[in-house]
T-cell receptor
Framework: KAGVTQTPRYLIKTRGQQVTLSCSPISGHRSVSWYQQTPGQGLQFLFEYFSETQRNKGNFPGRFSGRQFSNSRSEMNVSTLELGDSALYLC????????????FGQGTRLTVV | AQTVTQSQPEMSVQEAETVTLSCTYDTSENNYYLFWYKQPPSRQMILVIRQEAYKQQNATENRFSVNFQKAAKSFSLKISDSQLGDTAMYFCASESPIQGAQKLVFGQGTRLTINP
């Protein structure tokens, strides 16, 4: 079956702009999580959605937001981009039960200039 | 809150050798899962192995095995008969019902290079 698909793969934005990243989970997976990966901070949890509801949120400013649609596809949005938002953004999908395997996409590389 | 620490930023071994990656974690919970994920240059994270905290038996998956020491809060990964394809970043991670479903806490990672 198809894996987790993230689009776009690469993105270059200017400081102050906003950006929307998309994630299509594995068919049947209703949980979608987002992570930010940077060389300095490593992998940090952004938020998790299940059945269109945000169940959990990491310690990120309100400029970072997300949503999930009825087909489980998810988007995350970053407004008023800062240079420090440059990172690899990873999406993962999984079954609802905790402790199960998270399947990751290949990520979106965001560069803010 | 749970924390995960990987003290080896980089490791390098020859093909066919055995290598052990270290991971320690801190938690006050009794019920949690521990994971090792692999991130090759393609960037896609792949689950290597998973351990349930209440299971005393160490998990194994082919050439990959863990040494889970619950009292010491240690969770090391052993790769036997290492192969060139094992070259990747390896992340140790934890998950618990209190911190939230599908909220993984990752260590900083260990860059493993397998040399021919």
């Amino acid at each position: 079956k198809a894996g987790v698909t993230q689009t776009p793969r690469y993105l270059i934005k200017t400081r102050g702009q906003q950006v929307t990243l998309s994630c299509s989970p594995i068919s049947g997976h209703r949980s979608v999580s987002w992570y930010q990966q940077t060389p300095g901070q490593g992998l940090q949890f952004l938020f998790e959605y299940f059945s269109e509801t945000q169940r959990n949120k990491g310690n990120f400013p309100g400029r970072f937001s997300g949503r999930q649609f009825s087909n489980s596809r998810s988007e995350m949005n970053v407004s008023t981009l800062e240079l420090g938002d440059s990172a690899l953004y990873l999406c993962a999908s999984s079954l609802t039960v905790w402790g199960t395997e998270a399947f990751f996409g290949q990520g979106t590389r965001l560069t803010v200039v | 809150a749970q924390t995960v620490t990987q003290s080896q930023p980089e490791m390098s071994v020859q093909e066919a050798e055995t290598v052990t990656l270290s991971c320690t974690y801190d938690t006050s919970e009794n019920n949690y899962y521990l994971f090792w994920y692999k991130q090759p240059p393609s960037r896609q994270m792949i689950l290597v192995i998973r351990q349930e905290a209440y299971k005393q038996q160490n998990a194994t998956e082919n050439r990959f095995s863990v040494n889970f020491q619950k009292a010491a809060k240690s969770f090391s990964l052993k790769i036997s008969d290492s192969q060139l394809g094992d070259t990747a970043m390896y992340f140790c991670a934890s998950e618990s019902p209190i911190q939230g479903a599908q909220k993984l806490v990752f260590g900083q990672g260990t860059r493993l290079t397998i040399n021919p």
